[in-house]
């Protein structure tokens, strides 16, 4: 059925979606065998189940620095921004502002492009522009605040670059004008210590196929006291906050999969940072005319976004595909036409050399000896391709 077993393939695309952790599907397993009660049912047998989305929602809190009743379960990333930004617009209905930025994922931007007919009401949406190393402006985002802002959208850390952006002090400063502040931590959450105990965050968002849990399971935190209003309304369950009766499963892995980003986080990411620097360093000194996107240290530890100047991205990816190798490009082919990648424009990112980015994403299952495969794979591949481009000129 399948052909491309996972064991032949050197995974490099976890910002995509990553492994489900052997420990999260073990927990998952009896979920979706035995019991199978239902979490809201009076019996002992539905209550026990229950209690396993009890646990889940404190180790969920547990990583995040937050309450449990802070946590609500939701289907996916994209359910978490969509209930926050649609239950902001809702409490404040006299506010039609909302402030962005251009690099966000599609579950923001798209969002945000469809407000107005989505909601049936005019907005205005600021997006912040960022600089050539995809790092914003405070200056620029103190401007674009005004009386008539509703909320505050920025993602923690950017699924292409991994640029991390300073989500203390925005929120911080978004709290100073008496405005609501979300952040899309989707790659943050497991990658990078967050303690919203400390923070001004008002909603965050989090996918668990983004840290080794299930795919089909998000979570939104609203901090305790924030005006809520539910995207999905139905049944009861997540006290009123999102109607559906839980993916047990899912949610169970998603906790167990939080308790272990939490356990191992900082060795993880000394082990994942190094082969991600190994990978970096040795892709830019073997390939001429080939560069790093995005701030070199204000970054994701398992993330490098790198331009291969006069070839194309998807031309790459097929010819890695060959040895198994996974990983992104920053130019996807719509339409017959390729179009670099929204964040990559905002960067200001050549056009020869947006064409030809690739995003190799790691995690703690890669290995030195998949790196240094990629390493002895990668620059031959980029020759032959420019050796067939009409652009190319070595000198
Ligand atoms: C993957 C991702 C999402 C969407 O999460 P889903 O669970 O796939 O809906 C949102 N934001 C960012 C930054 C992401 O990387």
Redesign the pocket.
Known sequence: MMDCRPEQVVYMDN???TRVAPEVVEAMTPFLSDFYGNPSSMHRFGGQVGAAVRKAREQVAGLLGAEPEEITFT???????STAILSALQSFPDKRHVVTTRV?????KNLCEGLDSLTGHKHRVTRLPVADDGTLDLEKYREALSDDTAIVSV?W???ETGVIFPIAEMARIAHEHGILFHT????AVGKIPIDLNKLDVDFL?L????LHAA??V?ALYVRRGTPFVPFLTGGHQERGRRGGTENVASIVGLGVACELAGANMEEENNTVRKLRDRLEEGLLKAVPKSMLNGHKTDRLPNTTNISFEYVEGEAILLHMDRYNICASSGSACTSGSLEPSHVLRAMGVPFTAAHGSIRYSLSTYNTEEEVDFVLEKMPPIIAELRAMSPFWKED
Do not use: F, L, R, Y
């Open positions: 910002n995509a979606t289907s996916c990333g994209t359910e978490s921004d966000e994922h599609p579950a923001i993602m850390a950017n699924n899309d931590a989707v790659q968002s996918s668990g196929h983004k795919k089909g998000g």
